[in-house]
């Protein structure tokens, strides 16, 4: 299995941006889904979540802003980012709970290789 992030770059403060992650390989099911960021000299945090059922959460520093989504059809997750801030520069990392066709039972923890997104002036 493995997560492939896209999306990423540089945008003015104010600005947008579409993130994007699919999942692809041996795939039975995914439950939850998430996307994380990881500015520099900080540690990973969670910003957004989005269980298979569609239930969302945010983190408070996005949230209002952020939009998470995903399409189960394409085994794809996304996050929509609206007035972004220099704060928001970090890498930005999906992640997914998938549930392989090899166990159809047990879930396991799959990360994207992270996306950089910038917003400065």
């Known amino acids: 299995v493995q997560l492939q992030a896209s999306g990423g770059g540089l945008v003015q403060p104010g600005g947008s941006l579409r993130l994007s992650c699919a999942a692809s390989?041996?795939?039975?099911?995914?439950?939850?889904m998430r996307w994380f960021r990881q500015a520099p000299g900080s540690q990973r945090d969670m910003i957004a979540l989005?269980?298979?059922?569609?239930?969302?959460d945010y983190a408070d520093s996005v949230k209002g802003r952020f939009t998470i989504s995903r399409d189960n059809a394409k085994n794809t997750v996304y996050l929509e980012m609206n007035n972004l801030k220099p704060e928001d520069t970090a890498v930005y990392y999906c992640?997914?709970?998938?549930?392989?066709?090899?166990?159809?039972?047990?879930?396991?923890?799959?990360w994207g290789q992270g996306t950089l997104v910038t917003v400065s002036s």
């Open positions: 992640h997914a709970e998938v549930v392989p066709t090899w166990t159809r039972a047990n879930s396991y923890d799959y």
């Open positions: 390989g041996s795939i039975f099911r995914i439950d939850a």
């Open positions: 989005i269980s298979s059922g569609g239930n969302t």
